[in-house]
């Protein structure tokens, strides 16, 4: 009965949750509906000269030709300006190598509406009225923040709609402009080459003669392209940054050089939140080329900055410091943490986004096998291969940030603040990013690069973390701890499963050092995302969340909670396979059922399986395994090969993904591959643990990436059946571990429900 009354109450804790929204959703008619309708103010405005016509936030033309695109997304290696401009340039009648490629300024008009959307709770196969409802309130909400970010695997999703209609719409202006300066039907004018033409004269104008008479042009709604008639889109084209990278030019935040410009670094405290008890900074200020040391202390850490002549002096400065810290209050060690989570997973669940059937009725008579597990990950760092980084210059009375960010908009607020100023008085300069992965969403690097801006006399500073400062500061991918039972008929799908899965809050710890004033509301999704909204079809389900109290910052790493619920439920999955004596393919094919919703689930687990020849034999040593993910709105599965024989190595992996729509698959491909690389990664060999309440790692040495030989081959085929459009940046991680694990499984009969794999298994290193 008690377990009946702990499944009750995370029900009704999500019912109260679904009506808290429903109040939002009724204030924001009443007192926002007009922010969200209302276009927000366009920035290139202000911005643009006499010769320049702006037609909207994304497209401005120049009377001698030049069209700019602003593509508003940070580019961190995944190809998002290109494919960005390329709608735009779709629409426009104009090649990529026609158009100028900008990041554009820091403003509202640049809002992500398609990443909040992707929070919502239904399942993204539940398209029901209330679901939709759900989603739009959360768009709204993207909006009416006016969030600039680049997260979520969202890029694609939100600009799809909008940056074509920005091209469609500059076109129809320019045609508009060229018709009534010809006196003719516009219907009758055609656009190619960035020039308008009329065939019935062989007359021509450019985009540039026309381009300041159409800006002032009324054109309404346009019409847009049907898919048949692409010519870039749903092709592969050549990334628009290409060049500037394969040339070495200073595009990364770490690049940047100005005038007078110092160099800086910062040794903060290693105990999060904590303060120093002493510091030697006679020492630090006696090192060579060092100019200062002093406090820095903000909403994200406390500690020092070290401004010097170059950033070698400013390192060398912080080791001087030799600082001692104050005690941490959070658990100080693995075990402690361990404590935490088994703690969190005996207490009531904080809620459960999923509660179908009569769970604890079928488990207190089973009909079946009854499975139980444990599965364990840890704490895991970004390690972009850029180190964190930030120029700062606070002069007469305007601050000015280059950096690369994920999230401009919050940067400029937070940094504003520290400073002082009013936020029209601070600009960020983005710049490219060498790696963001959720973690160049984060404000700590700007903070202390405008602390220490504030300290130089107008002087720019470029402030360049160590290695180890990174390692050891980062915001961490939660560990999690789940515990998992089910009940399983032999020769048939599971009729009852229960998870619990304990970790702590994500969404309380990004609010806690971003906006401190500030609570999370509702359940925090990323706990279970991952585990209760995938397309199973099970009679008595129930996923719940058990919120740890545990201070070790946490934030968004590359596919979040589907990172580690991935591995969860998949490699359960398995094990739910084994006990039902089935084939890991026809057991989920069985899961999965025969709801039409699921049919992109079907077709990737069978595209994949033909593609791997997942039923042939495999050699003594040899493995081959397979997982299924839905996550950011695409449909994966993987089949992975692996040899043990030597040491665990992956030989081959294969994918099928399907995201609906691929407007780039040369492009797609990559993320998937990258993606996966990264899922294997924290498999083999990724950790980060704590001592004396500090993170012991400190470099690729012992936090190792997977090498170029312990890389797979890779075969990707692209399906395009589902009905909406999903992600691609981190769909490729979720499956990668349980597919390894799966297979490893198949090869030694080895069960793996902890990572890394290595704590178990031999890597081969090579």
Not at 462 to 484: C, I, M, N, Q, S
Not at 551 to 556: E, M, N, Q, S, V
């Amino acid at each position: 009965m008690a377990r009946e009354r702990t499944g009750r109450r995370a029900l009704k804790i999500v019912r109260r949750t679904f009506l808290g929204l429903g109040a939002a959703a009724v204030a924001g008619v009443a007192f926002g509906t007009w922010a969200v309708r209302r276009d927000k103010e366009n920035p290139l405005t202000a911005l643009a000269g006499e010769d320049e016509a702006v037609f909207n936030p994304f497209v401005v033309i120049a009377e001698d030709g030049t069209i700019t695109v602003v593509a508003p997304r940070a580019e961190m290696g995944q190809g998002v300006q290109t494919t960005l401009a390329a709608m735009v340039a779709e629409e426009l009648d104009v090649t990529l190598a026609d158009i100028e490629v900008v990041h554009g300024p820091t403003a509202a008009a640049y809002f992500n509406s398609a990443m909040l959307a992707e929070g919502a709770f239904p399942t993204h196969f539940d398209r029901s009225f209330l679901a939709d409802a759900q989603r739009s309130v959360m768009q709204g909400m993207g909006k009416l923040l006016g969030l600039q970010v680049t997260g979520g695997s969202s890029s694609m999703i939100d600009g799809y709609d909008r940056m074509r209609e920005a091209g469609a719409t500059a076109r129809a202006a320019l045609v508009a402009a060229a018709a009534e300066r010809w006196g003719v039907n516009p219907d009758g004018l055609q656009t190619e080459g960035a020039e308008v033409r009329d065939p019935a004269s062989d007359r021509a104008l450019s985009y540039g003669e026309l381009a300041l008479a159409a800006a002032q042009v009324e054109t309404g709604e346009v019409t847009l392209k049907p898919r048949r008639d692409w010519r870039l889109l749903g092709k592969s084209q050549p990334r628009v940054e290409i060049g500037a990278k394969v040339t070495g030019a200073p595009i990364f935040g770490i690049d940047v050089e100005l005038p007078e410009m110092l160099h800086g670094t910062v040794a903060i405290s290693p105990r999060f939140g904590m303060r120093a008890l002493s510091a030697d900074l006679d020492a630090a200020r006696a090192v060579r080329g060092v100019r200062d040391v002093f406090e820095i202390d903000t909403q994200t850490g406390h500690g020092y900055g070290i401004v010097a002549d170059t950033t070698w002096a400013a390192f060398k400065g912080a080791e001087a410091l030799a600082p001692e810290w104050e005690d941490a209050p959070y658990p100080a060690d693995d075990a402690a943490i361990l404590d935490r989570l088994e703690t969190a997973l005996a207490a009531e669940p904080s809620h459960a986004l999923m509660d179908r059937g009569d769970v604890d009725a079928a488990f207190d008579d089973p009909q079946g096998t009854l499975v139980e597990a444990e599965y364990f990950v840890p704490y895991l760092a970004h390690a972009t291969m850029e180190p964190m980084n930030a120029t700062a210059q606070l002069r007469d009375g305007k601050l000015d940030i280059w950096t690369g960010t994920q999230a401009p908009g919050i940067v400029l607020s937070r940094c504003a603040a520290l400073a002082g100023l009013d936020k029209d008085a601070v600009t960020v300069h983005q710049q490219f990013l060498g790696g963001g992965f959720g973690r160049r969403a984060e404000v700590d690097y700007p903070l202390y690069a405008t602390a220490m801006a504030m300290r130089t006399e107008g002087r720019p500073i470029k402030v360049t973390w160590t290695r180890e400062e990174d390692t050891r500061h980062d915001v961490y991918r939660p560990a999690a701890l789940g515990r998992f039972r089910a009940v399983v008929p032999q020769g048939a799908k599971a009729s009852a499963v229960e998870m619990k899965i304990a970790s702590p809050s994500i969404m309380a710890s990004l609010l806690a050092r971003t906006y401190p004033n500030l609570s999370a509301m509702g359940p925090d999704k990323s706990i279970t995302d991952g585990a209760y909204n995938q397309p199973v079809d099970i009679e008595n389900f129930r996923v719940s969340a058990h919120v740890a109290d545990i201070a070790i910052p946490t934030g968004y790493w590359r596919s979040v909670g589907n990172s580690y619920n991935g591995f969860f439920h998949e490699g359960f999955m398995d094990e739910m396979a084994e006990a039902a004596g089935m084939d890991p393919l026809a057991f989920r094919l069985a899961m999965i059922g025969d709801d039409p919703r699921l049919a992109p689930a079907r077709a990737v687990l069978e595209k994949v399986t033909e593609m791997s020849g997942f039923a042939t034999p495999r050699a003594g040593g040899k493995g081959r395994g397979i997982a299924h993910m839905l996550s950011f709105g695409a449909w994966v599965a993987m089949v992975v090969d692996v040899d043990t024989r030597d040491g665990v190595r992956i030989e081959r992996c294969w994918v099928a993904a399907d995201p609906g729509t691929v407007l780039d698959p040369r492009n797609f491909r990559d993320q998937v591959i990258s993606g996966a690389i990264f899922g294997f990664s924290q498999a083999l060999g990724q950790k980060i643990t704590f001592a004396n309440g500090e993170v012991v790692e400190g470099n690729f040495h012992d936090y190792p990436m997977l090498t170029m030989g312990q890389t797979p081959t890779f075969e990707i085929e692209i399906l395009q059946n589902a009905h909406h459009m999903g992600g691609a940046g981190e769909i490729g991680t979720p499956p990668a571990a349980p597919a390894l694990a799966n297979a490893i499984f198949d090869a030694t009969g080895q069960r793996l429900r902890r990572m890394p794999f290595t704590l178990d298994v031999e890597v081969l290193q090579i």
